[in-house]
């Protein structure tokens, strides 16, 4: 998986460059702006419960196409003037892409270590690289990947899992049912601590993520909009992904003094006024795309958004606990027949040229 998706040359995410509907998936921020709109609307809330900090530093990870940052810095530009918006992104074809899509000044790619305010991970933490174990007589073996008789890719049992996996089931509690199969991730408590040695001293990061808990046989590929689980076919040409481990998420971030919190990605939005953004666009592109955020079924039921606080005691965030929102000044809708670009272009003229505030 790690060299699928992130070889320097042929990794799937070294490469890539389409996203919504000319790509292989399709995340909540490409679906409609309104989430990254929303999201604006958390990051304010912080700004506020940190008593305005100046500048304000906000850090998203794996930005992908820019999707989420342009429309949140598009509500909050006015509202928060001195921001500064870091883009940590590991694949150079996507750095490229986010750099044509924002203009912005406040918008940055250096400077990704230093600590921020305001922390954004939307859908990151499921692409790290797991590994695939089965219980056999109560012992922990690992799926390695192999070659078959007809010399093609297959998995592979071994005898024994490495110390880690064992490791790994010690500290949460649990072990599964035997013959089960389940992805693991080790590099997740790394990744949660890196991501605490970039929270400044008082901030918020906010973790969006499909999760299993506990760990499961979770590994999914997506390729033209197609939903698979046979990662060993169509290799760097197709996205890989596994569901985060919450428990394990939310223990080492326990473990590194952070304060966390969860709730499903519909209350989130919900939380952050989506009734009234609901009310406002009544397209039938937008009415379907907005539904498609808030399923239960779907994204809305199946993506937690885990908050994760440092030095914020009493504070609860907004899309956690709700806020009463002011109505927007101004929500342009969406044609039937408008592409996502054309309405990207049509929210940033509407934003630029309103001075109103929400």
Same mark, same amino acid.
């Given at each position: 998986?790690q ?5 320097p ?5 070294t490469n890539l460059r389409g996203?919504?509907a000319?790509?292989d998936?399709?995340?909540?921020p490409e679906?409609?702006?309104a989430f990254g ?5 958390? %990051?304010?809330?912080?700004w506020?419960a940190l008593e305005r ?11 992908g196409?820019g ?6 810095m598009l509500?909050?530009r006015d ?5 500064a ?5 590991v694949?150079?074809?996507l750095?490229?892409?986010?750099q044509?899509r924002?203009?912005?000044q406040?918008?940055r790619w ?9 922390i954004v991970?939307?859908e990151v ?5 797991v ?7 109560r012992?922990f073996?690992?799926l390695h990947v192999g070659?078959?008789e ?7 049992e071994?005898d024994?899992?490495r110390?880690?996996?064992e ?8 072990k599964?049912?035997?013959g089960?199969?389940v992805?693991v991730c080790?590099?997740l408590?790394?990744?949660v601590?890196?991501?605490?040695r970039?929270?400044? %001293?008082?901030g918020?990061a906010l973790v969006?993520?499909y999760?299993a808990s506990?760990?499961?046989?979770s590994?999914?590929t997506y390729y033209r ?6 990662p060993l076919?169509?290799?760097?040409q197709?996205?890989?992904s596994?569901?985060v ?7 080492v971030?326990?473990a ?7 709730t499903?990605q ?5 939380n952050?006024g989506f009734a009234?953004v609901q009310?406002?666009?009544?397209g039938?592109?937008?009415r379907? %795309?907005?539904?498609?955020?808030v399923?239960?079924?779907g994204?809305?039921g199946?993506?937690?958004a885990v908050f ?7 504070y609860?965030? %907004?899309?956690?606990v709700g ?5 927007p000044a101004?929500l342009?809708s969406l044609p039937p027949d408008q ?13 630029t ?6």
């Amino acid at each position: 998986m790690q060299a699928a998706l992130y070889h320097p040359r042929f990794g799937y995410y070294t490469n890539l460059r389409g996203f919504g509907a000319s790509g292989d998936f399709i995340t909540s921020p490409e679906r409609h702006p309104a989430f990254g709109w929303l999201l604006g609307r958390q %990051a304010l809330d912080v700004w506020e419960a940190l008593e305005r900090p100046r500048p304000f530093k906000i850090l998203e990870l794996g930005a992908g196409s820019g999707a989420l940052a342009e429309p949140l810095m598009l509500f909050l530009r006015d509202e928060v003037p001195d921001t500064a918006y870091t883009l940590d992104e590991v694949s150079p074809s996507l750095r490229s892409v986010q750099q044509e899509r924002l203009r912005g000044q406040e918008f940055r790619w250096e400077g990704v270590d230093e600590p921020a305010h305001f922390i954004v991970a939307n859908e990151v933490a499921d692409a790290l690289p797991v590994h695939r174990v089965v219980v056999r007589s109560r012992r922990f073996s690992e799926l390695h990947v192999g070659l078959d008789e007809h010399e093609r890719l297959s998995w592979v049992e071994t005898d024994a899992a490495r110390p880690e996996v064992e490791a790994y089931f010690e500290a949460l509690h649990y072990k599964p049912p035997e013959g089960e199969v389940v992805d693991v991730c080790l590099e997740l408590g790394e990744w949660v601590k890196n991501l605490s040695r970039r929270l400044e %001293a008082r901030g918020v990061a906010l973790v969006i993520d499909y999760t299993a808990s506990p760990p499961r046989d979770s590994l999914l590929t997506y390729y033209r909009h197609t939903l698979g689980s046979d990662p060993l076919v169509r290799l760097g040409q197709q996205d890989i992904s596994a569901h985060v481990d919450l428990r394990t998420l939310v223990r080492v971030a326990i473990a590194e003094k952070l304060q966390p919190g969860a709730t499903a990605q519909r209350g989130l939005l919900f939380n952050l006024g989506f009734a009234q953004v609901q009310a406002r666009l009544k397209g039938p592109t937008d009415r379907q %795309a907005l539904a498609h955020l808030v399923d239960p079924d779907g994204p809305g039921g199946q993506i937690a958004a885990v908050f994760l606080l440092r030095g914020l005691p009493g504070y609860r965030p %907004a899309g956690a606990v709700g806020r009463d929102w002011p109505e927007p000044a101004r929500l342009p809708s969406l044609p039937p027949d408008q592409d996502e670009a054309d309405f990207l272009s049509q929210w940033r003229e509407a934003f630029t040229a309103s001075e109103e505030n929400w």
